[in-house]
Nanobody, 118 residues
């Protein structure tokens, strides 16, 4: 089992950048594919990005592909989401999640709030 803790959220103006971190404890992070998701109150949680166990394969939601970068440092048990050119519509609570079985995310962090002002 793995425990996940997100950090790095905050308030930023449109066009700015933030770097989210997801620190893992318990089982080693290299055992999992990792993903970032986000949720706005009243809406369903949506996929943002995912990265394979080795970091060699990444996938993105279309609207963030050219602005966000997911990466991981397995030696430090941490996953990152670099977010550039932020837009007000990126405002949400961002969650990291670990996937033990392809297509499913079994472990979730508590989330970190990202607010982008116009």
């Amino acid at each position: 089992q793995v425990q996940l803790v997100e950090s790095g959220g905050g308030l930023v103006q449109a066009g700015g950048s933030l770097r989210l971190s997801c620190a893992a404890s318990g089982r080693t992070l290299s055992s999992y594919a990792m993903g970032w998701f986000r949720q706005v109150p009243g809406k369903e949680r949506e996929f943002v990005a995912t990265i394979s166990r080795s970091g060699g394969i990444t996938k993105y939601k279309d609207s963030v592909r050219d602005r966000f970068t997911i990466s991981r440092d397995n030696a430090k048990n941490t996953v990152f989401l670099q977010m550039n050119s932020l837009k007000p519509e990126d405002t949400a609570v961002y969650y990291c999640a670990a996937s033990d079985i392809p297509g499913t995310y079994d472990y979730w962090g508590q989330g970190t709030q990202v607010t982008v002002s116009s």
